[in-house]
């Protein structure tokens, strides 16, 4: 046997020469990822809130009040504010360098580290601008101070020109930066003036002492931007303003709105928070650090959660009411839309996108701050803390009904139920281990019955298009047949009337032909189920199954390839080289036999399925590219199919 630490060969070629180490901005641009996440459309956009960030902490510090977006064509994008200005002397370490030069072209520089310059601000790292300047393929940096403009420009990180004296201006100050994000690194990804808007929006509920104004450029509008071409946006009502215009006109909740703000003890920070218990509807929590938008939540979330459930079992107790005690956070907060702002001096985020807080300090401050307040809104109102606190009491008496029950069979809930003619029905009773096919009309439905394990796979056919629930009203959703029919079958119900605990079956899978059609039809379910039912795709209940295109053989043996590319992948690996391997397209699943269709796609054991996912940190995301995929306006999907033409490699004409 050989011996594993026996040398092997060209292992010597591996020594100091191998070991690199990366100057300058450089890093960056090779590893992008580390510090914007990736080089996709989030990463892009990141690069506006790094700077939309550093306005902030200066208007947060007291020393800006007006910060300005402008989106210009060609992806120009300029953040300015009418703060103190990046300081432009000479740094006293490197003395041939403005500090403005060495900020922008030095990993680790800043102001934020000392907490002298800036109290509780959102940078901390000293990386945000450098990372901008580095992924811009050009970037334009003025800075007014002291009544003086001072202008410098740079190129994937590099100074093009001097920092130059561009004379007075006696009523300017605060810093510009406009730039374009480098091709190089993001390809012909566009910013969504969408996105960027809301990125504004979300950041001005967060600080009452700022207005952002908002420009997008007329031609950008023109080309279906859905965003105002201009706006100023200022909240004086804060937190509980921007909670109200989430939930919209005549929410149904179970007790009053509850917000406030307070400062933290020992001049730690502040805190602001909103909070509406839905009899109805989707949670919703959105927990922000030094206006950062901490979207896996973190140290301030735990104790936020923490503070509502010792405060609603604090107020049981007080109310004798014994029930409370079974009460979880997850009991208190899961059907809670509320939206969290903490202002501490010195966050931890956990890397430089900052998604989640990691501040072991945050947790005690924010239950401190929160739960004895909470209380004091519960005692202030008993008739509404009341229902409210049995409102939770009944969703954890439910969760624990639910777990005790598990495997109940269905059979009262199906004979409770009109299910539709043509649903094929497994025969076993229980939720569990059972599965829907929906499959793209009546010549699949067959082959599906073929295949299908009788005993836990059931099959219903749906007859061509579904309708389009994006572009649709709820008037014809209500009315569609083919719709009615998938409600009926799945037991659940829909809107009002919807239950989770009435669904037949733990898996929906949506089977259709591996071609264009097919691929539309999927689309049509999944844009029904994430706007009609998306508690059943937040429950991970929706699959996409996924069938071969392509049957190849050789001699006795096949093996099956789901596109093009796999297809030319497995000719040249799976078999010998030099004998013919035969290769036979399926047209759809209908014409697939039924022993193939089993093997490949519907078996358990050896198929493979993707499971359909809306992640809540993503959901402004999927609402717009749903929106603007299967929604009412063709301008969108224009624009859609002109961002992303060039990344499609193959076109099924
Ligand atoms: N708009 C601005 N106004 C005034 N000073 C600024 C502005 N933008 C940046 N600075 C200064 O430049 C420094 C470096 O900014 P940079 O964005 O690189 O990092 P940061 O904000 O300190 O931290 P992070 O990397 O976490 O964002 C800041 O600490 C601040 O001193």
Redesign the pocket.
């Known amino acids: 046997m050989t011996d594993l630490f026996e040398q092997a060969a060209g292992q010597a070629s591996y020594s100091a020469k191998d070991i690199e180490v990366l100057e300058g901005l450089e890093p960056v641009r090779r590893r992008p990822g580390m510090y914007i996440g990736g080089t996709d459309d989030a990463a892009m956009h990141h690069l506006a809130a790094?700077l939309l960030?550093?306005?902030m902490?200066?208007a947060v510090a007291g020393h800006a009040s007006i910060i300005e977006m402008t989106l210009a064509p060609g992806n120009l994008l300029t953040v300015r504010?009418n703060?103190?200005?990046?300081p432009v002397d000479p740094h006293p370490k490197f003395r041939d360098k403005s500090a403005l030069e060495v900020?922008l072209t030095t990993l680790h520089?800043?102001?934020?580290f000392a907490g002298k310059?800036?109290a509780t601000?959102?940078?901390?790292?000293?990386?945000?601008?450098?990372v901008v300047n580095a992924l811009a393929e050009r970037l334009e940096v003025e800075v007014a101070r002291e009544k003086t403009l001072w202008k410098q420009d740079y190129a994937r990180g590099k100074p093009l020109t001097k920092l130059v004296n561009a004379g007075a201006t006696p009523n300017r100050r605060?810093?510009l930066i406009r730039f374009v994000p480098d091709p190089e690194i993001f390809g012909d990804k566009k910013f969504s003036p969408a996105r960027l808007y809301r990125m504004c929006r979300s950041k001005a509920y967060l600080f009452r002492g700022v207005r952002i104004r908002w420009t997008c450029d007329a031609a950008l509008i023109a080309a279906g931007a859905d965003v105002p071409a201009q706006a100023e946006l200022h909240f004086p009502g804060g937190l509980a303003d921007s909670l109200a215009e989430e939930l919209g006109a005549a929410p149904k909740l179970v007790a009053p709105v509850w917000a406030g703000q307070a400062d933290l003890p020992d001049d730690a920070g502040r805190i602001e928070w909103a909070c509406a218990w839905l009899e109805a509807g989707e949670a919703t929590l959105s927990t922000y650090c030094n206006t950062i938008p901490t979207t896996l939540g973190g140290t301030h979330e735990a104790g936020f959660r923490a503070a509502l459930l010792k405060g609603l079992r604090g107020f049981g107790e007080q109310r004798s009411n014994k029930r409370a005690a079974v009460i979880t956070a997850e009991d208190a907060t899961g059907a809670l839309a509320a939206k969290l702002s903490l202002f501490i001096r010195d966050p931890q985020f956990q890397g430089?996108t900052k998604e989640k807080l990691t501040s072991p300090e945050a947790q005690k401050l924010t239950e401190a701050a929160l739960r004895d307040r909470f209380e004091h809104f519960l005692t202030g109102d008993p008739a509404n803390a009341d229902n409210l606190l049995a409102f939770v009491i009944e969703r954890a008496e439910e969760r624990i009904r639910r777990r005790e029950q598990k495997d109940t069979p269905r059979k009262s809930a199906t004979r409770r139920l009109r299910l539709p003619g043509k649903l094929t029905d497994c025969s076993r009773e229980s939720r569990e281990d059972t599965e829907i096919f929906l499959v793209e009309g009546d010549s699949a439905g067959g082959s599906a019955k073929q295949a299908r394990n009788r005993e836990t796979q059931a099959v219903l056919p749906l007859r061509g298009k579904i309708l389009n629930v994006a572009s649709a009203s709820t008037e014809k959703l209500r009315q569609n047949q083919e719709l009615k029919d998938l409600i009926e079958a799945l037991g659940c119900g829909v809107g009002d009337r919807f239950q989770i605990d009435a669904l037949r079956y733990g898996r929906i899978i949506i089977m259709t032909d591996a071609d264009v059609d097919g691929a539309h039809i999927a689309s049509l379910l999944m844009t029904f189920f994430y706007r009609e039912l998306p508690e059943l795709i937040r429950g991970g209940h929706v699959y996409l199954a996924q069938p071969p295109l392509y049957r190849l053989t050789q001699g006795g043996k096949s093996v099956y390839a789901m596109d093009d590319g796999e297809r030319d992948r497995l000719v040249k690996t799976a078999f010998k080289a030099n004998a013919k391997v035969e290769i036979s397209r399926f047209k759809g699943l209908g014409e697939m036999p039924p022993a193939i269709l089993k093997e490949t796609t519907m078996d358990p054991k050896r198929r493979v399925l993707l499971r359909v996912l809306a992640p809540p940190e993503a959901r402004a995301e999927t609402a717009e590219i749903v929106e603007s995929l299967m929604g009412r306006k063709p301008e969108l999907r224009f624009r859609f199919i002109q961002d992303h033409a060039s990344s499609v490699q193959e076109l099924d004409v």
């Open positions: 790094e960030d550093n306005a902490d200066e504010d703060g103190r200005g990046i900020i520089s800043g102001g934020k310059a800036y601000s959102g940078g901390l790292h000293g990386v945000g601008s450098s605060g810093t430089q």
